[in-house]
């Protein structure tokens, strides 16, 4: 929204902070089974605002006008819906009398409990009965405010894969009756990692956006940062893995600032200037790290993070110690193995051992043809051809990556690379 008024960005700023709080109380209310109409008034919510906001200007409080809003609008729904007892088990007798409709919700969809709802709102969506695709999906969408194209290219997969699994998701809580209600500690346990897995992915959008014209998104970053402190704070769930990846989290985002130049071109690591980077985070990163270290399990966040170290305490780039960071690649690739690993580790093999390696352990790559809508593919081979000054090859690659990616600033980034196939 470059172009847009003061009134979108603050609407499209509150959709990213309020979206999850406000469906997390309203399914609180009306139970996961009813999931949609929760979205449903959260989404009339915010045009209301909009429309609001146009004519009379921004409230004191945006936040607290929202909240207001929705719990009127879902006072409205409840008093025409005939089958009260649809709704939240819990609270289902409450709504039945216009004396106790009206209290129970205003106590319900308050402020104080948000966090609470939130960290709950996290393990309903990664229900048992659902896939782990879905599960994640499910909290990139309720949770997060991402769009159905945000999440497709968080998955590398295609739009219509990612609407079903969305409305399965939903069907999938009506059929089995899911409660808003915490499982046991140990299956708890079992569903942090998809937990873990979708704030991951809402700081990688944030860190490299594939969906909008600033290739930082700080309102994602700052999201993903303060529902991974969430789960570090929660007395409730095994904290060593959720400190692995606020670990990592802080070690990336501590290069925000070095990542741009003056005129918005990506800069790669080994042009970003280091005394930029921020100290603050990076100290943060390291008492989570230390913290990780409790646990009796090696989680990909804690390798993931030991590989952001490695780059966050070298004093520039010459100086990083690729052999260490080949190391967690390898075991990555033996514990978590996936083609974006494998990929990443080849990048790390080309470093130590030329590019030619590079290209050799690209083509060695389990399931490859999984990543042939992935634009880092061909980005990275047209770099490693361009270091081998065979331009026609890289040229090719880059031209194909440009096709596979949306963001404005890597095309930028691409067209530049093509001219030194050129020059």
């Excluded at 609407?11 to 089974?33: C, D, N, S």
């Excluded at 303060?226 to 570090?232: D, F, P, Q, Y």
Aim: aromatic share 8%; hydrophobic share 40%.
């Amino acid at each position: 929204m470059e172009n847009s008024s003061p009134i979108e960005q603050e609407v499209e700023h509150l959709f990213r902070h309020e979206w999850g709080k406000l469906v997390a109380v309203l399914t609180k209310l009306f139970g996961p089974q009813n999931l949609q109409l929760a979205e449903d008034v959260v989404q009339d919510t915010l045009l209301k605002a909009f429309n609001n906001w146009k004519i009379n200007g921004l409230p004191q409080n945006p936040s607290a006008w929202l909240f207001t809003v929705a719990r009127n609008k879902a006072v409205d729904v409840l008093r025409q819906q005939k089958r009260k007892e649809e709704f939240s088990k819990s609270i289902a007798a409450l709504l039945q009398s216009e004396y106790t409709l009206v209290p129970t919700i205003q106590d319900i969809i308050n402020t104080n409990s948000i966090e609470d709802d939130q960290l709950r709102m996290m393990f309903v969506c990664c229900h048992p009965s659902l896939s782990t695709e879905a599960q994640v999906a499910l909290i990139l969408k309720t949770l997060c405010g991402f769009s159905v194209a945000e999440i497709t290219k968080a998955f590398v997969t295609g739009y219509d894969t990612i609407e079903k699994r969305l409305y399965r998701a939903k069907q999938s809580f009506r059929e089995n009756n899911v409660q808003f209600e915490l499982p046991s500690a140990a299956e708890l346990n079992s569903r942090l990692d998809n937990v873990l897995m979708a704030v991951y992915l809402l700081f990688n959008e944030g860190y490299n956006s594939t969906q909008h014209n600033n290739l930082i998104r700080t309102d994602l970053m700052q999201e993903a940062i303060r529902l991974c402190e969430l789960i570090c704070r929660s007395s409730i769930v095994s904290h060593s893995g959720a400190h692995a990846l606020m670990a990592l989290i802080y070690f990336t985002a501590s290069r925000n600032e070095s990542r741009l130049d003056a005129d918005g071109n990506i800069l790669l690591l080994q042009q970003q200037d280091r005394s930029k980077w921020n100290i603050t985070l990076i100290q943060n990163g390291i008492h989570h790290l230390e913290a990780s270290a409790a646990g009796e399990t090696i989680s990909k966040y804690h390798l993931e993070a030991g590989i952001a170290y490695e780059h966050a305490k070298a004093e520039n780039y010459k100086a990083t110690n690729w052999e260490n960071i080949l190391q967690c690649y390898n075991l990555l690739c033996k514990l978590y193995p996936s083609p974006v690993v494998e990929l990443n580790r080849a990048i790390v093999i080309s470093e130590l051992y030329g590019p030619a390696d590079g290209i050799k352990a690209i083509e060695a790559i389990t399931q490859l043809s999984s990543l042939k809508k992935y634009y880092l593919l061909p980005a990275t081979l047209g770099e490693l051809y361009l270091q081998l000054q065979q331009f026609d090859k890289a040229r090719h690659y880059f031209l194909e990556a440009i096709a596979l990616t949306h963001a404005a600033s890597e095309k930028k980034l691409l067209q530049q690379k093509i001219m030194q196939c050129c020059s």
